[in-house]
C-alpha cells in the first residue's frame, strides 16, 4: 500500500444498521456495564492502558483446564520455562508478570546473583555492582522498569552518535550491565549496535540486558538477541495471544536461574525475599503464556498479516476523500502492529486537531479509543485490538466527524 493524501471524490457513509459488529452484539461488554464502567473499541493496538490483549480461545482452554488443580508454582516456572526455551531456541526461559517484570527481575539478577543475603537485602545496593549503562539515544518510557530495584541508571554516548569507544570509557567498577532497547522496525543508524555492544560488554565481562518486547515477528526475533550473545531478552506476551498480564525471560541458564530467585514463586517456596513478591502470576496464566507461544510459532502468519492489510484497507477506504484529511497507510509487518494507518488533520480546513478527534471518538456509543502521544499531531491506528466487522465501526464513526 503506498501512501496517498485523501483529497478526491464524496465520501459514502453507513448507518449504524448496516454495521454487522460485536460492539454492537446484543450482551457486548455487559460484564463491564453492570459494574458501570464502558467498554470501549480499541483501535490503538496491544496497549496496557485498554487491557492489553484478547487470547485466543485455544489459549483460554489451557487455562481453564489449568484451573482443575493446583500445582507448586515454582516447579510449574521450571518446568514451562524449559518448555519455552526449548520452543524459541535459547538456554533458559521464565514467565514474568509483564516484559517490565523481566527487567526488574533481571535487574536484581545482575545485582544481587545468587547470593540469599544479597537478594533480600535490594532495593538497598550497598556494596554491590548498581549501575546500569544505557545509550544516550536509547532513553524511553520503560526503561524505568530498570531501576525498580535499585539499580541507578547511567548513560552513556554523544546524542549525536554513539561509538564502542563511548561504552568502553564508561564501563566501571559499579557496572552491572548493560541494557539495549530493540527496534527492529525502525533501527536507529547513529546508535550503538546490539553486535557492538555485545562485544564491548563481553570483553569486559559484563551483562547485557535486551528490551525486546514488541519483536515477536518474524518469528526468528524471539530468542535472536540471546542466540547472538545477551544475556537476557524480554518479550512482552500479550502480542501473541498471552494473558496481558505474563511475559517471557529468555537467557542463559546462569542469567534464568538468579532471575528466578528473585521472583514471587521462590519469595514464599524458598523463605527468600526477593523484589518480585508483587509480580504475581498465577498458575492459569503460566498455562496460557506456554499455550501461547506454542500457537504462536505454529500458526498461520500470512492469515494473521492478511487480516490486518484487510482490516487496515476497510478503514482507509472509508476515510479516503476526505477533504482536508491525510491517510497515510502503514506497511510495516516487523513486530507486533502488523500494517495499520496514520491520520493527520488540516484544522484549516477540518476545524479539529488530531487530539479533538481523539476527544470526540471517545464521547460515542460505544466510545472508540484512539490516541496521540505527545509531540504528535496525528493519530496512528491499527487492528490489533479490534474484533472482526469493528474496523467499519471505526471507519465510519472517524468519517462522521467530518461531516
Known amino acids: 500500500m503506498d501512501s496517498a493524501q485523501a483529497n478526491a471524490g464524496p465520501h459514502k457513509t453507513h448507518t449504524w444498521e448496516e454495521l454487522t459488529i460485536s460492539a454492537t452484539d446484543a450482551g457486548w461488554g455487559d460484564i463491564y456495564k453492570e459494574l458501570g464502567a464502558r467498554p470501549v473499541v480499541n483501535a490503538i493496538g496491544s496497549v496496557t492502558m485498554l487491557g492489553g490483549s484478547s487470547p485466543p480461545d485455544e489459549v483460554r482452554e489451557a487455562m481453564e483446564r489449568a484451573n482443575d488443580a493446583y500445582i507448586p508454582l515454582m516447579e510449574l516456572q521450571d518446568k514451562a520455562g524449559a518448555a519455552i526455551a526449548a520452543m524459541t531456541g535459547v538456554p533458559a526461559a521464565y514467565i514474568t508478570a509483564g516484559a517490565g517484570s523481566a527487567l526488574t527481575l533481571a535487574t536484581a539478577a545482575v545485582m544481587a546473583g545468587t547470593d540469599d543475603q544479597r537478594i533480600q537485602q535490594l532495593p538497598d545496593t550497598t556494596g554491590m555492582k548498581n549501575e546500569i549503562l544505557i545509550q544516550t539515544r536509547q532513553r524511553y518510557w520503560y526503561d524505568r522498569c530498570l531501576e525498580l530495584a535499585g539499580a541507578r541508571l547511567v548513560e552513556f554516548g554523544d546524542p549525536e552518535r554513539i561509538t564502542a569507544e563511548h561504552l568502553d ?107 518480585g513478591r508483587p509480580q504475581k502470576v498465577d498458575r492459569q496464566e503460566m498455562i496460557g503464556a506456554v499455550a501461547a507461544i506454542r500457537r504462536w510459532l505454529t500458526m498461520n502468519h500470512e492469515d494473521r498479516l492478511a487480516d490486518a492489510e484487510r482490516m487496515s484497507g476497510a478503514i482507509i477506504g472509508r476515510l479516503q476523500g476526505i477533504h482536508g484529511v491525510t491517510v497515510t497507510p502503514l506497511d510495516n509487518v516487523v513486530g507486533h502492529l502488523a500494517f495499520g494507518l496514520r491520520l493527520e488533520f488540516d484544522q484549516n480546513i477540518t476545524g479539529l486537531t488530531a487530539s479533538d478527534v481523539v476527544a470526540q471518538l471517545k464521547k460515542g456509543d460505544p466510545p472508540v479509543f484512539t490516541r496521540t502521544l505527545a509531540g504528535e499531531d496525528y493519530i496512528s491506528i491499527h487492528v490489533f485490538g479490534l474484533r472482526d466487522g469493528e474496523e467499519k465501526l471505526v471507519g465510519d464513526r472517524i468519517a462522521a466527524l467530518f461531516g
Request: aromatic share 8%.
Open 169 to 275: 570509557a564508561a564501563i566501571g567498577p559499579k557496572t552491572a550491565a548493560v541494557h539495549y532497547f530493540a527496534v527492529e522496525q525502525s533501527p536507529d543508524p547513529d546508535a550503538l549496535s546490539l553486535e557492538a555492544t555485545i562485544e564491548v560488554a563481553k570483553s569486559h565481562g559484563v551483562p547485557v540486558l535486551v528490551d525486546a518486547a514488541g519483536q515477536i515477528y518474524p518469528l526468528d526475533n524471539i530468542g535472536k538477541y540471546v542466540r547472538m550473545g545477551a544475556d537476557l531478552q524480554c518479550v512482552a506476551a500479550k502480542y501473541i495471544g498471552a494473558p496481558h498480564s505474563t511475559g517471557y525471560a529468555l537467557g542463559t541458564e546462569k542469567m534464568i536461574s538468579a532471575l528466578a530467585l528473585q521472583s514471587f514463586a521462590a519469595y514464599e517456596g524458598r523463605q527468600v525475599r526477593g523484589i
